[in-house]
């Protein structure tokens, strides 16, 4: 199994991307440790399918906007696996709305969990794997939003930028400590985050005509991806980005 014996750490697993994520790498062999804010129904159901897989399933409720957050969430999982191989920075939030009247408070919740947890979260999982030894790999939920823009996410997409740009710096910060750094990108995916958005059918037609292979993403399409950059078949790829969007970013016409 690709993951076999890894220790692996997730933000935001009660739904959607992450939830597949942290159930994809247990199922390629690892134990996995996972935070999320609210969803106590969704973080059980993570409990349960990590442990479907025969691996070992912590669960810690934290806002990953609170710097404390990160070396806690960092310290639980050492203490229950006695160590950190892989770390998924996925928690985000993506509240629809126009910019002209965007509300302060919109802005700025977005970015601290965005951008502010992801850097937090990584920042602790780097300090854990340097003080191990060994490497590691880190990944961080980007998005097809880091490259192109969204009239309703002026707030979101710049988060997602600065995510990538994470990534890019973090890999060659810690390249010295065998620690590969790398972007999921995913395209748009059907999932809590923008049920609402999605919930227009002529807007739902409209992103679906938009992906060659003809469907919106599932979270599950995902757990390949993330599985593949935590393990050492991606031995040499680090500082990366991989769009999992179906072919939407190159479609223009
Ligand atoms: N769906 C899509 O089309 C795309 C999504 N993405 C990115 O993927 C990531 C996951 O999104 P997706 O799965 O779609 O969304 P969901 O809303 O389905 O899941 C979001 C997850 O993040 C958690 N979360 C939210 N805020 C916090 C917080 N402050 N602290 C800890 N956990 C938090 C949620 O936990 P809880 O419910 O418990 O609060 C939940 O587990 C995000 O970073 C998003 O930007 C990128 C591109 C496309
Ligand atoms: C929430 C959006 O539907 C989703 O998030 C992104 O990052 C992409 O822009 C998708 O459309």
Do not use: W
């Not at 933000?11 to 106590?40: K, L």
């Not at 880190?138 to 823009?149: F, H, K």
């Not at 790398?182 to 985050?193: C, R, S, V, W, Y």
């Amino acid at each position: 199994m690709l993951l076999e014996g890894k220790r692996a750490l997730v933000t935001g697993a009660s739904a959607g991307i992450g939830q597949a994520i942290a159930i994809g790498m247990a199922g390629a062999g690892a134990d996995v440790a996972f935070n999320y804010d609210r969803g106590e129904e969704g973080a059980a159901a993570t409990i349960a399918g990590i442990e479907a897989a025969g691996r070992r399933a912590l669960a810690v409720r934290s806002d990953v906007a609170d710097p404390d957050a990160a070396p806690a969430f960092v310290g639980a999982a050492q203490e229950a696996f006695g160590g950190v191989d892989v770390f998924v920075s996925n928690a985000g939030i993506c509240p629809f709305h126009g910019f002209l009247d965007m509300p302060r408070e919109t802005l700025e919740r977005t970015m601290r969990v965005n951008l502010h947890g992801a850097y937090y979260m990584v920042q602790a999982a780097a300090r854990r794997m340097v003080e191990q030894g060994g490497g590691g790999s880190i990944i961080a939920v980007s998005s097809i939003s880091a490259l192109v823009g969204g009239e309703f996410q002026t707030h979101y997409t710049p988060t997602k930028a600065g995510v990538l740009s994470l990534m890019q710096s973090a890999a060659v910060a810690l390249g010295r400590h065998g620690i590969r750094c790398n972007a999921l990108l995913p395209g748009t995916i059907a999932t809590d985050i923008n049920k609402d958005d999605l919930a227009d059918e002529e807007k739902r037609r409209y992103m679906e005509g938009r992906v060659p292979l003809g469907r919106l993403g599932r979270a599950e399409d995902l757990a390949g991806p993330a599985v593949f950059l935590a393990s050492d078949m991606a031995a040499y790829v680090t500082g990366a980005s991989l769009l999992v969007d179906g072919g939407m970013f190159v479609n223009l016409q």
